[in-house]
């Protein structure tokens, strides 16, 4: 079982997790333009903290500031985010591979208890999200820290981690996704644990391949815009 850190969070930390997660989960739009007040009075925060929480998202990438534009979230193009999986889908592969030569017993222990309380979380959401919060709790942040490769690991966690997770939350909610990226997530976890490599990068590979292909159906729909 999973226990959560137990941690001091600052007005700061609270504010910079509530428009995080707001970002994430689409509450405030790629390309949105954002005001300081706006934010103070829709999500209850004070000036002070919000500024601070908006420092951190910029830096992250999450938030872009222009001359005499204000603060916008990030957005990105339809080619820009196929082009950021396909990418994925290269480096993942590589890092599924080490992760499963590399990560404990008890890395991959803790690693299947994770998804078992990622299947709680889908099951309280009635089978219609699939949402991972980001760090230890992340399925992707974990395979990426168990590959024990520092210059994968911060090509995978850097900014394109966040801009990743702009989308991933969103992609989650197709009918029958989050039940089978789950499946998808147990699949390359056993192969971890069985340390077949070569198994665990073709898994992964595949998985977010099939998450590419979501993304341009979803595109050809038009149920995702730019």
């Known amino acids: 079982m999973l226990l959560s850190p137990v941690t001091s969070k600052t007005r700061a930390d609270e ?5 995080q997660l707001a970002i994430v989960k689409g509450e405030l739009v790629p390309g949105e333009k954002i005001g300081e007040m706006e934010l103070c009075e829709r999500f209850q925060l004070t000036r002070g903290p919000l500024r601070e929480a908006l420092g951190r998202l910029e830096s992250r990438g999450l938030l872009v500031r222009r001359p005499h534009a204000g603060v916008k979230v990030v957005s990105i193009s339809a080619d820009e985010l196929i082009e950021l999986y396909q990418v994925r889908e ?3 592969g590589l890092a599924a591979r080490q992760a499963a030569e590399r990560m404990t017993d008890q890395e991959i222990q803790e690693l299947l208890a994770m998804l078992d ?5 889908i099951e309280q959401a009635g089978g219609q999200a699939y949402y991972q919060e980001e760090g230890d709790y992340d399925f992707h942040y974990r395979i990426a820290t168990g590959s024990r490769n520092t210059q994968l690991s911060r090509m995978l966690l850097g900014d394109l981690y966040y801009m990743v997770r702009l989308y991933r939350y ?3 909610t197709s009918a ?3 039940h089978k990226a789950l499946k998808e ?10 340390r077949d490599g070569e198994l665990a990068a073709f898994l992964m590979q595949r998985h977010i391949n099939a998450a590419r292909q979501n993304i341009e159906r979803k595109i ?3 149920v995702l815009t730019f």
């Not at 309380?117 to 979380?121: I, V």
């Open 220 to 222: 050809q729909e038009g």
């Open 117 to 121: 309380s990622h299947e709680q979380a």
């Open 185 to 194: 997530h147990r699949q390359i976890a056993e192969a971890i644990a069985a």
């Open 170 to 172: 969103r992609l989650s």
């Open 90 to 92: 290269i480096m993942e």
């Open 15 to 19: 504010a910079f997790d509530r428009l």
């Open 176 to 178: 029958g996704r989050p």
